[in-house]
């Protein structure tokens, strides 16, 4: 068990609501830890406010589990960041996991956002046989993914780059993994909509870890133990994932039907944004008063944040613009 959730989560779970939670296990025959993600408005929060094509939204929202999944496995208070850069229809994605700001997890939930951009001609182009079977060679094409942590306080950011060679995310992720060797892990990613068109966005995800096995016998009991739990794992039914219905505890039973799994205390998440108006001002000031002058736009300097879509108006007066006279 990892320093993070060692420090926080020690105490059972109580009074806790099915979505929207990172729940972090450990099974206790074994050093196999992991989390349990489950979100609703966490991911919907983050999709809905753009008008993204299905298989784009989706993508990004796997992007978003993801963070969720892995935040916990490093030993960090501050952010996370997924950030994909490539040369396909969607050339860039970014998620971001924030960690809890307060001492209280149950109180102020770590915040998630995200936001990609895309080409829609080029993604309405793409045959559906290949964004079902290689969605980052449909959609993101040749390229990387960076992980970022950012500590936090004074301490010293981290960043790690890998190779967009997978067919899925999660490949991409176990590539990363896999180079790393700071540990094993592994993911499960699910992201779907509650029912038809239009309707909210569920995700789910499965990560479980342990310390890298190097120079073991490869059929030792604790490889066994890890590679049952990887087939468990991978053979869980998605719509069982994806439903909601059920306390996480329960389907943490689902998955591991035949172990001892402890839980600990969930962490709640859910899409939140970081902008505000204070920050654009502050920004819009970082330019010279010529340069805000340039970004008028009708009398107005209007800026839209790409994550959550928010727009911010300002009048000349307000940035300190002169108007513009006749004499000028
Ligand atoms: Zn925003």
Redesign the pocket.
Known sequence: MDDYNRMTYTSPPTDISTDDLVLPFQIESSDIHGRLVTLGHGVDGVLGSHDYPEPVAKLLGELVVISAAAAGAFKFRGMLSLHTSSDGPVPMMIAEYRAPGGDDPRVAPAALRGYARFDAEKVAALAQSDLDQTPVAALLGSGHLAITIDPGAGGERYQGVTALEGSTLVECMHGYFRQSEQFDAALRVDVGRTGGDGTPWRASGVMVQRLPKKGAPFLDRENEDWFHALALIGSMDRAALLDGSEPQKTVLKKIFPNEPVRAYRPVRVDSQ?R?SRDKVDTMLHSFSAEDRADMLEDGKVTVT?E??A?TYVFEADQLEIPPRTSAQ
């Open positions: 944004c902008c944040c994550f959550c928010s």
